[in-house]
């Protein structure tokens, strides 16, 4: 592919000449007038490819989780990208389910969110800034709303609403510590009153659109939205307002999903983003389904571990989107095991055996947790450059004695051609291991059961203590009715526990639940736990500050 071989991911983008959308899309079973080009290189799916493919059975659902990470990711978005590639070079039809990368922690702390070296999707500068929009009108929608809401305050407030008790919060798609609490309404016939942003990723309108099913679905989510309350508690919604039809035009576009490909040329499906810590961390249901009628495999990354987006998926995104996962794929690697087992970050690149296996058990838990679904595992190793060969052997020789297959992957650092046994083992574990797919609870359940359910089944925890505001929401809640949704749970993504400095697979702990709301749009209740922040600030040295364009237009420091 290359006359010389290039190192970085950048790099390798650039040299890289993907192939036209179009043929892309048609070799994968879609039909030209079904396309919306946004260039050569990326394209919208108009939601009627779903009606026309609806008689065809679902291809096989395989998901990507992984161990609790560290703090720079364990390659979980690379070994999916891997996955896929090694797949199609078998010659098996296979589509890419990932969601779009976050402006605010790609210019932050987190860097581009579109896989590396030789495992990612292209165009990658165009889908970690701008892409197709999607964001940037989940970001106008949001704010419309807000706009609605200060307008209706200054018009009279004919609904009574209280400016003290208004929920709904504005949204921006970038880290700004600065904005996480401010004052509006300075301005003359303006309503004062406090408020704050949040990072776009955690809006309920970006949740919506992730789990809706189509335009008329999508209206009638965002008019459940509750924005405040009166000064006599009775919850507002956005449909009070008339603002639901305007919200809806905004997002006209954006509820479609996007076409990438990866670097070896296998279609990507690329739509809304979540993150799994704050909601519910999977890419829209619309997009799955699409992969699901296109392709024989549809390869679907969970955000962050086990006990995160994978639960979230089985217990929320499964039950809106009617999918059955068929085997997941859980990532480790030997510097997460070591973290772990209790060595501090600068040494991670050094072999240290002992802190490897006090690490195990908990690669062990999520094993546990995926097989807890009806669903078996295989874990991917995603091998770094420093680890030892003694170090990855133990890793195989704790799984196979688990008996789960095993198998390293070196995808970023070779493509797909270093993802074929990881490939195949997937492949003989559905065959081995058919699905026995059901939730972790019953959604008729309390919502308390609900909670120490997941907490003390897939966390480990003793028990659940509710402080703060908690007990009186979930009272509060029953008595509106909205008991019986499923629960999505906002954690730490570090920990198992609610206190992200806490490593390995902890016993004896109570996990403490703060407030219980409930984002009535999207389908869900929201459980806070621990220190939980929607809107992140930047490090002291923002990534932001290598990211520049040439006199070519060439954009670098994305990643």
Known sequence: MFTKKPHSTSEIARLTHPKQIVGVATKAGLNADELELYGNFKAKITLSVLQRLKQRPDGKLILVTAMTPTKHGEGKTCISIGLTQALGRLKKRVILCLREPSLGPALGFKGGGCGGGYAQVLPMEDINLHFTGDIHAVTAAHNLLSAVIDNHLAKGNELKLDPKRIIWRRTIDLCDRSLREVQVGIAEGAVKRREGFDITAASEIMACLALTNGYKDLKERLGKIIIGFTNKGRPVTASELKAVGAIAAILKDAIKPNMAQTLEGQPALIHMGPFGNIAHGTNSILATQMALKLADYAVVETGFGTDLGFEKFCDVVTRQGKFRPDCAVVVASARALKAHGGVAEADLENEDLPALNNGLPNLERHIENVKKFGIWPVVAINRFPKDSENELNRIK???????????????????????????????????????????????????????????????????????????????????????????????????????????????????????????????????????????????????????????????????
């Not at 909205?482 to 992200?500: G, I, K, Q, W």
């Open 397 to 559: 020789e704790f799984c196979r004695s688990k008996g789960v297959l095993a198998e390293i992957a070196e995808v970023v650092a070779k493509g797909g051609e270093a993802g074929e046994k990881l490939a195949q083992a997937v492949i003989a574990t559905m065959q081995e291991h058919p699905s026995k797919f059901k939730p972790l609870y019953d959604t008729s359940l309390p919502i308390k059961e609900k909670i120490e359910k997941i907490a003390t089944e897939i966390y480990g925890a003793e028990g659940v203590v509710y402080v703060g505001t908690s007990e009186d929401d979930i009272n509060f809640l029953t008595e509106n009715n909205y008991d019986e949704l499923p629960v999505n749970m906002a954690r730490t993504h570090l920990s198992f526990t609610d206190d992200p400095k806490v490593k390995g697979a902890p016993a004896g702990w109570r996990l403490k639940v703060k407030e219980v709301k409930v984002s009535a749009g999207a389908g869900f209740l929201v459980a806070l736990t621990g220190e939980m922040n929607l809107m992140p600030g930047m490090p002291r040295v923002p990534l932001a500050e290598r990211v520049d364009v040439d006199n070519d237009g060439n954009i670098t420091g994305l990643f």
